[in-house]
């Protein structure tokens, strides 16, 4: 058999980072409705919107330098403009099908329509044909939960790894401390040397004791002439480690209108944090339980798989339940440790009453309505559940509400805004000390 070989070019896409791309096309990928005032707009993720965006990624996001984009391109003043715009075209599309090859999207199996009406129409669509829209996959949610997590990380300047640590000492694997004696109930995690000599200091003493007592200088010795030591039970000892807990949180997301109000969207930063979070329960603490609930003018569990393309809708804020249905969610776990962590922009406007009518208040901050929440807080307490609150705004009648919750259950409360995801102000409850992370 032979051989022939030839010059290696490489692919015209080889300067691209398809990961950084993803990266700048997050805010697509996880749209949440902020397009649309109404929240009605089911067709965010269209292949139009997948194209200006990559357009937008190539020339002001810097995914691929610039000699890279004019030689493929050509120079525009040398040639026709309908040349270069074609060659965009096909550029644009290379890319798509690459990302649908590395499984970061799904597409319609036969694009050819959508590229025959965008070349036609420049991306119009009659009402008799609706757009070509394309699916975020599994993939793309975990490698942009890991991006927010290590943003989220990196600003902090360390990453957390481990898994809950406390205050207690116990005979777990990771040797932190120093040897004890076995007591019964404790893993047999034993120290061989100490255990050792334990046994020969005891045999000592008991062959100096025995010879004392009958004028024999010297021990007993094994009949093949070797020193055997015998182990007892008083002679064991257990290395010690730092105590690690399990711990089972529930994960509460605020899909309420308000969080695309007022000028801004907060949802897609609120499902970045969210995802990050998800992220770092997933890989550096395998042993713990993680839900997702939804909550607006109820609650509702959802499947983790399905937080990164959860949308807003017309709906009011109806925290009481969203407590409700996680502490009922968090009673079946049985944890060490318990905790919630809300994700919401702190405006309670909706309740369920006993007779399951939502009783709605648009202004938010109703008294019947936070007292009620307080009192679902406090049941949270009572059951030995942490809430812990992520809160995008920062009005002060907010900030009084979710001070009085984290006051209720010696929680935590994080501040920041959907610019400033790394940088956010703590409010630690069980310190009592107010301090600002970069």
Known sequence: ??????????????????????????????????????????????????????????????????????????????GDQADARSKLEELIQQ???????????????????????????????????????????????????????????????????????????????ETT?????????????????????????????????LALAAASPQPPVATDGRRRIHVTHDDLMVVQGEYQSSCATVLMLDCSHSMILYGEDRFTPAKRVALALAQLIKTQYPGDALKVVLFHDSAEEIPLAELGRVRVGPYYTNTREGLRLSRRILDRQRKDMRQIIMITDGKPSALTQPDGRI????????????????????????????????????????????RRVADICKGKAYFTTPYTLGQYVLMDYMDKKTKTIH
Not at 113 to 121: D, H, I, K, N, P
Not at 145 to 165: E, M
Not at 178 to 195: H, I, Q, R, V
């Open 1 to 78: 058999m032979k051989y022939r070989y030839t010059k290696f070019t490489g692919d015209e896409l080889d300067d691209l980072d398809l990961e950084d791309l993803v990266s700048k096309l997050s805010d697509l990928l996880l749209s949440s409705g902020f397009g649309n005032p109404h929240g009605m707009d089911e067709e965010e993720r269209t292949m139009q919107a997948l194209h200006d965006a990559i357009l937008d990624a190539l020339f002001n996001g810097g995914v691929l330098p610039e000699e890279t984009i004019e030689r493929l391109l050509g120079d525009p003043a040398d």
């Open 95 to 173: 890319i798509i099908e690459r990302m649908a090859e590395q499984g970061y999207i799904t597409t319609p199996p036969d694009l050819n329509a959508e590229r025959e009406r965008r070349q036609g129409r420049a991306g119009g669509h009659g009402p008799d044909q609706p757009p070509v829209t394309f699916e975020v996959t599994d993939k793309t949610l975990d490698f942009l939960g890991y991006r927010a997590l290590r943003d989220l990380l990196g600003s902090l300047g360390k990453s957390s790894y481990g898994r809950h640590d406390t205050r207690e000492q116990a005979t777990g694997v």
């Open 177 to 209: 401390g120093a040897p004890k004696p076995y007591e019964f109930g404790d893993t047999l995690n034993l120290d061989p040397a100490s255990t050792l000599l334990n046994a020969v200091q005891r045999e000592a003493r008991e062959a100096r004791d």
């Open 359 to 402: 009783y709605k208040n648009a202004f938010g901050l109703d008294p019947f309505i936070v007292a009620e929440t307080c009192a679902e807080v406090a049941a949270c307490r009572k059951s030995g559940i942490m809430i812990n609150t992520f809160m995008l705004a920062r009005d002060y009648d907010l900030v009084s509400f979710v």
